[in-house]
T-cell receptor, first 115, second 110 residues
Framework: DAGITQSPRHKVTETGTPVTLRCHQT?????MYWYRQDPGHGLRLIHY???????DKGEVSDGYSVSRSKTEDFLLTLESATSSQTSVYFC??????????????FGSGTRLTVV | DQQVKQNSPSLSVQEGRISILNCDYT??????FLWYKKYPAEGPTFLIS?????DKNEDGRFTVFLNKSAKHLSLHIVPSQPGDSAVYFC?????????FGTGTSLTVIP
């Protein structure tokens, strides 16, 4: 979707290095989410944000941190990447909690490989 | 532990016939249910939703059925078209989190 972009689209990194993934939106939506998709697990919520500087943990938050200093940007950081964090990462946005009924808008994903 | 399950990893259907995708959940506190469609190398896109106060929601060729007593959700696509070939995820929500199933890959054969 044009309203949400993720960068980079692909990244290969070494174990133990820090990695930051960026999600940028132009929709001025309040809610932003980071998910990871893995075979056999579907999509799992890592962290989410309900406003600038307001974030909370999701289902699989260990090893990840997030920051949201501006409405349009939501950053996901792997402080010290591990092979178990090899995954496809999706960012999603929602205008309000009614995203629960009307769905989120997802980005195209970032494929991260930790070697 | 997987709270939302899609037990069929794949499904093949002839064009024009009905596709039925199934989803089971364990948490009786879920109050919203959604279906997403995902093409390769793209993010999931929202398809249709239903709240727990309803048992059916229809949108064009897509109908979602909810059976709360059985904790079962299904998506019907009629008639199926080749462009419907994708991975379909069901998702269930309580509070601020969605829980996704593992997906069913639908192939519609022309």
């Amino acid at each position: 979707d044009a309203g949400i972009t993720q960068s980079p689209r692909h990244k290969v990194t070494e174990t133990g290095t820090p990695v930051t993934l960026r999600c940028h939106q132009t929709e001025n939506h309040r809610y932003m989410y980071w998910y990871r998709q893995d075979p056999g697990h579907g999509l799992r919520l890592i962290h989410y944000s309900y406003g600038v500087k307001d974030t909370d943990k999701g289902e699989v938050s260990d090893g990840y941190s997030v920051s949201r200093s501006k409405t349009e940007d939501f950053l996901l950081t792997l402080e010290s990447a591990t092979s178990s964090q090899t995954s496809v990462y999706f960012c999603a946005i929602s205008e309000s909690v009614t995203g629960r009924l009307y769905g989120y808008t997802f980005g195209s994903g970032t494929r991260l490989t930790v070697v | 532990d997987q709270q939302v399950k899609q037990n069929s990893p794949s499904l093949s259907v002839q064009e024009g016939r009905i596709s039925i995708l199934n989803c089971d959940y364990t948490n009786s506190m879920f109050d919203y249910f959604l279906w997403y469609k995902k093409y390769p190398a793209e993010g999931p896109t929202f398809l249709i939703s239903i709240s727990s106060i309803k048992d059916k929601n229809e949108d064009g060729r897509f109908t979602v059925f909810l059976n709360k007593s059985a904790k079962h959700l299904s998506l019907h696509i009629v008639p199926s078209q080749p462009g419907d070939s994708a991975v379909y995820f069901c998702a269930a929500s309580t509070g601020n989190q969605f829980y996704f199933g593992t997906g069913t890959s639908l192939t519609v054969i022309p």
